[in-house]
């Protein structure tokens, strides 16, 4: 069977998802026995495009890279419809996360999975927001939900917990979520200050213009929101997930961590509790310097599962990148 696919937004992972597909098409087919076809995209920037038979990704690739919209097979039917009236059988939902509403991803997702089509998304919106709904939609049709690349980007958080913990209860997780936080934090305690820093971050690419989503923690609490639903299978919203950021870390609080053999880290946290209640919250915390997370520097993720048979467990990789959250698609598609 060629799994026919549908890209929602050609930017960053969309790009980067179109680039493995390409450079890796043989290997999969023959390794994997994964053949496909990329039959639809659509993009706010580049313009909607749609051939039943399969788009010319390559030449896609080369006018989004020359900020070019797309000039072949374009369609008039706008994103909705595209969705729900193309021959995909897997729609890849890749715009831009937004935790308060959700939108547009939460009608992109739902009018996929309505049509009878999977879902593979690493857009944190639906899988924070609606992650239950989403799942219930998707098993009474059939078809798949699938979020690895929500959080941590490509490095297997949720297939971790899915499958080599299968048959541990998972009591605690604790980890470094943000890498633009954590990489800020990894310069201040060089001795740069906050605002410094900050700058720095947002000349690299790491931080936003407006980083409040990075700074403030909101990106760690929904990924907190979805690990809380999806590997505790326990129904919590997000705002229930208690947040603080590192604007207010100081100098000062820098050389108290030090003097205490401890290192700040922006830390995202569930613990379930022995009458089965959660408690989950994102907050700077000064982790001791013999703990796995406090080795954990610059813009990389990492996470600690405290199980019953295998006791802690600590998995470190990319928490970002355009290959990297790629990857998290493929390995979802792969799974289909």
């Known amino acids: 069977m060629t799994q026919k696919i549908a890209l929602i937004g050609f930017g960053t992972v969309g790009q980067g998802i ?7 098409k043989d290997y999969l087919k023959k390794t994997f026995n994964f053949d496909y076809s990329i039959v639809a995209v659509a993009d706010f920037a580049y313009g909607n495009v749609y051939n039943p038979d399969g788009l010319n990704v390559a030449k896609m690739l080369e006018e989004a890279k020359a900020k070019q919209k797309f000039s072949a097979d374009v369609s008039s039917l706008d994103t909705l419809s595209l969705i729900k009236q193309s021959n995909a059988t897997a729609v890849c939902e890749l715009t831009y996360t937004d935790l308060k509403t959700g939108g547009p991803a939460i009608d992109h997702v739902r009018a996929a999975l309505e049509s009878g089509k999977h879902v593979v998304t690493s857009n944190k919106g639906p899988a924070a927001l ?7 939609l998707a098993d009474s049709k059939g078809v798949k939900f699938l979020i690895e690349g929500t959080v941590c980007a490509g490095t297997p958080i949720l297939n971790l917990a899915r ?10 997780i604790r980890g470094i979520l943000n890498g633009t936080t954590n990489y800020m934090l990894t310069e201040m305690e060089k001795g740069m200050d906050y605002g410094a ?12 213009a407006d980083p409040t989503g990075d700074v403030e923690g909101h990106d760690a609490r929904g990924k907190v929101a979805i690990l809380v639903n999806v590997v505790m299978g326990i129904p919590l919203s997000i705002e229930n997930v208690t947040c603080e950021g590192i604007t207010k870390i100081s100098p ?17 946290s569930i613990e379930k509790k022995a009458d089965g209640s959660i408690v989950a919250g994102v907050a700077p915390e000064m982790v001791p310097l013999t ?14 599962f405290t199980t019953d048979l295998m006791g802690d467990i600590t998995i470190v990789g990319a928490g970002a990148g355009r290959m990297q959250t790629g990857f998290a698609i493929l390995t ?4 289909l």
């Open 291 to 304: 703990h796995p997370l406090a080795g954990i520097m610059g813009a990389t993720n990492a996470l600690t």
């Open 332 to 335: 979802d598609l792969l799974s």
């Open 130 to 136: 609606k992650y239950l709904e989403f799942k219930k």
């Open 18 to 24: 179109a680039e493995i597909l390409l450079s890796k």
């Open 163 to 172: 499958g080599p913990l299968a048959g541990c209860e998972i009591s605690k």
């Open 197 to 208: 820093v900050l700058k720095v971050a947002q000349d690299l690419g790491y931080a936003e």
């Open 252 to 268: 000062e609080d820098m050389k108290k961590a030090k003097d205490q053999n401890c290192r700040w880290k922006l830390i995202g």
